[in-house]
């Protein structure tokens, strides 16, 4: 059971960037996703969750309008699209997997499964 996320990288403010998340040994699909950010010094944050289905998204104050989450359970894939990029956006970006799926957990700790985490540094 794994999940990778990958993605990440140097970009200037206002840039985007697409994280992935790929999923190996279990089924994706069973399970709502989040995506959680952890900058130097600071405590982990949810930054966005998608439901199993994909029919419901939520989204941290800090990033509403600027980031998109999406899943492909056919390709066992989730994503994060950062749009308008800030310095403080800088943050290791993990991907994270949860198997009850009737509510969409906002903690980490409800979390089972989670990625090794992917670096995106913002420039000023």
């Known amino acids: 059971v794994q999940l990778q996320a990958s993605g990440g990288g140097l970009v200037q403010a206002g840039g985007s960037l697409r994280l992935s998340c790929a999923a190996s040994?279990?089924?994706?699909?069973?399970?709502?996703v989040g995506w959680f950010r952890q900058a130097p010094g600071k405590e982990r944050e949810g930054v966005s969750y998608?439901?199993?289905?994909?029919?419901?998204?939520r989204y941290g104050d800090s990033v509403k309008g600027r980031f998109t989450i999406s899943r492909d359970n056919a390709k066992n894939m989730a994503y994060l699209q950062m749009n308008s990029l800030k310095p403080e956006d800088t943050a290791v970006y993990y991907c994270?997997?949860?198997?009850?799926?009737?509510?969409?957990?906002?903690?980490?700790?409800?979390?089972?499964?989670w990625g090794q985490g992917t670096l995106v540094t913002v420039s000023s």
């Open positions: 994270a997997a949860d198997n009850f799926v009737y509510e969409m957990a906002i903690a980490a700790s409800e979390y089972d499964y």
């Open positions: 040994g279990f089924t994706l699909g069973d399970y709502v």
């Open positions: 998608i439901s199993a289905n994909g029919a419901t998204t």
